[in-house]
């Protein structure tokens, strides 16, 4: 009797051992931003992994993009981050000047099959050899313009900087002084004259190594230059004109519903909010990249439009490595997700969505993307070159200009000073 109770105390614990560890599960936590369609493609996602992996359960923590920084900032500062975190490229400053902000996702670079993503979009979120995020898709700023208002002007889409230069004057003598070739503003415009410069000197406004401002005072004094020259030359308008219609998002004013303003310097994962609320029947094409004769670089602003990471006080690392390698390169994970994120950088999560003809090759975004892809880019942008406070100071010079307030070279000499002060505090 008692040989009897002991095989059968022994039975039960070995049969309890064997559902416990059948019922075993890992618990990650994952966080994102964004809107709604792109949260139930990420849910929907997450319920396909859990099918694959059904010992890994995968919390979602999502909101929109207002407030998400700030939340983000207080759980790394507190240790409590997400497994894994959507993040931005230029966010690598703040969480990561050092390499030490996130995992190292080259520890599990097999598992991420980090060979699938480009060399040079790797190089971009790599810091101090530490692979700090997989670039889940790239955007590329490039130029879209109104076919029909460049056909009314009787103008051909530039092939070169001087051809852009002189199309202002055009547009203005055959359509009238409220036509332009383009509107683009401070962030466009430091990123458009930041690719003439590249192509025709090949040096980057920012310094590489030091992440402070590149060019001496000439240069800089130049690089204002070219911004009144394109004002007065009509080709956009100064932002003493561009105040006078109003605060607003760009693509829901009057002049670019109606044509008058003629293209875009734009993401290329930006541009179908342009696109639709154009006034039927006008639409936006893809143009030629401009390039200076000789030039061997686009001096292209291409960037990761975000990012997968890992946090760096993740007690599941292999796991939280299964779950970004099946969003970004698995068919089940990358078809749930479709374009959510945009076009994937993973050349397999690419051809899945290629092959279930989820990818419009006609699009402009694909377009954009694939024209990004084939121009000449050696100089990469660093996470500094469209930094908001410094965009926010050359907004304030080019209005300085406009409302002859400065000359090129007070701006240079304001704008470098200033610059660097805030590159210094930021890059500490």
């Keep these: 009797m008692m ?20 019922y075993a599960q890992t618990e990650l936590r994952m966080s994102w931003w964004g809107g709604n369609s792109r949260h139930q493609a990420t849910l929907k996602a997450l319920e396909k992994f859990h099918e694959k992996y059904p010992d890994i359960v995968v919390k979602g923590e999502y909101t929109g993009w207002d407030g998400h920084l700030s939340r983000l900032t207080t759980q790394i500062a507190g240790n ?17 000047r050092d390499g030490e902000g996130f995992y190292d996702m080259f520890q599990e670079k097999d598992a991420l099959q980090v060979n699938q993503f480009p060399s040079q979009a790797i190089k971009m979120t790599t810091i101090s050899g530490k692979l700090e995020g997989l670039p889940v898709s790239m955007t590329s700023r490039v130029f879209y313009y109104n076919k029909d208002t460049w056909e009314k002007a009787g103008v051909a889409y530039p092939t070169n900087w001087d051809d852009l230069m002189k199309s202002g004057k055009a547009f203005e003598k055959k359509l009238g002084e409220d036509y332009y070739p383009l509107v683009i503003e401070a962030r466009d415009i430091f990123a458009m004259n930041r690719s003439y410069y590249i192509q025709k ?29 394109q004002v007065k030359n009509h080709v956009f308008p100064s932002t003493k004109e561009y105040a006078s219609y109003g605060k607003g998002n760009l693509y829901e004013m009057r002049p670019w519903i109606d044509g008058r303003f003629g293209g875009l310097y734009m993401w290329d994962t930006a541009v179908p909010k342009y696109s639709d609320n154009l006034q039927p029947p006008m639409s936006l094409e893809l143009g030629p990249y401009p390039m200076a004769p000789g030039a061997k670089d686009a001096g292209l602003l291409a960037r990761p439009s975000m990012m997968f990471s890992i946090g760096r006080n993740t007690k599941h690392p292999d796991e939280a490595a299964k779950l970004v390698n099946f969003l970004l390169n698995d068919p089940d994970g990358v078809k749930a997700l479709g374009l959510a994120r945009g076009i994937p950088m993973s050349k397999k999560g690419l051809g899945i969505l290629q092959s279930s003809g989820e990818i419009d090759k006609h699009s402009l975004s694909y377009e954009g993307y694939e024209q990004a892809q084939n121009l000449p880019q050696v100089i990469t942008p660093t996470t500094y070159t469209d930094n908001a406070q410094l965009m926010e100071l050359f907004q304030e010079e080019m209005e300085h200009l406009d409302y002859g307030q400065s000359t090129p070279a007070e701006s240079a000499k304001n704008f470098l000073r200033r610059g660097n002060r805030v590159l210094a505090r930021i890059a500490k």
């Design 3 to 22: 040989k009897r109770t002991l095989l059968a105390t022994l039975t039960a614990l070995a049969l309890g051992s064997i559902a416990s560890s059948a």
């Design 80 to 96: 409590t981050e997400p497994d894994v975190m959507q993040t931005n490229w230029n966010w690598l400053p703040i969480f990561s």
């Design 201 to 229: 000197f090949g040096k980057d406004i920012i310094n590489h190594d030091t992440n402070m401002l590149n060019f001496d005072k000439k240069e800089m004094t130049d690089f204002f230059q070219m911004y009144v020259d």
